[in-house]
């Protein structure tokens, strides 16, 4: 399968706390995408950081890449019970746009 | 594990013509389905969230008429692409939401010429 492994599978932590998601893949990519899903909904874009990056910020998201290591982090930084949902890790192959996803990170947020 | 298998991943179709395709998951029941478009070099815009035997609900600025979604089970979901115009090709992907969360499609790619 060419879909990611992202680590861990599920995470609860307090509010005000930070939150770090680990997604690796396989294939050598265009770019990588950070998404997150609240339960019932669709998924929201949240950063995308190129292959030729190393990191990138948005507000309280951080977001790590090592290519070399086929790994990628995601930070949440100061989190919010707002924050819960589950989320996803997605690269585009440098073949094309084909999409493949991360298996996702269930984050919980305790007020 | 969770497997969408989503059919086919590749099509080309001449302009004004129809195309159909299928997203089912392989080995749970899925009670919402979602289906999302990608624009060249962009993200994925969600489209439409369907639930099994109810009507799907369209994102705003999409065409229910044109993206036609039937989830008519709770292991096939499908979209149908109506009268298609060359700017209908695109990437399409399907994702399934079911006891273990969610899983995507791996895709399809749609040529209208």
Not at chain 1, 19 to 32: E, G, P, Q, V, W
Not at chain 2, 71 to 89: G, I, R
Request: net charge positive.
């Amino acid at each position: 399968s060419q879909q990611g492994e992202e680590d861990p599978q599920a995470l609860s932590i307090q509010e005000g706390e930070n939150a770090t998601m680990n997604c690796s893949y396989k294939t050598s990519i265009n770019n990588l995408q950070w998404y997150r899903q609240n339960s019932g909904r669709g998924l929201v874009h949240l950063i995308l950081i190129r292959s030729n990056e190393r990191e990138k910020h948005s507000g309280r998201l951080r977001v790590t890449l090592d290519t070399s290591k086929k790994s990628s982090s995601l930070l949440i930084t100061a989190s919010r019970a707002a924050d819960t949902a589950s989320y996803f890790c997605a690269t585009v192959s440098n073949t094309g746009n084909q999409f493949y996803f991360g298996t996702g990170t269930s984050l919980t947020v305790i007020p | 594990g969770a497997v969408v298998s989503q059919h086919p991943s590749r099509v080309i179709c001449k302009s004004g013509t129809s195309v159909k395709i299928e997203c089912r998951s392989l080995d749970f029941q899925a009670t919402t389905m979602f289906w999302y478009r990608q624009f060249p070099k962009k993200s994925l815009m969600l489209m439409a969230t369907s639930n099994e035997g109810s009507k799907a609900t369209y994102e705003q600025g999409v065409e229910k008429d044109k993206f036609l979604i039937n989830h008519a089970s709770l292991t096939l979901s499908t979209l149908t692409v109506t009268s298609a115009h060359p700017e209908d090709s695109s990437f399409y992907i399907c994702s399934a939401e079911g006891a273990l969360g969610y899983t995507f499609g791996s895709g399809t790619r749609l040529t209208v010429v």
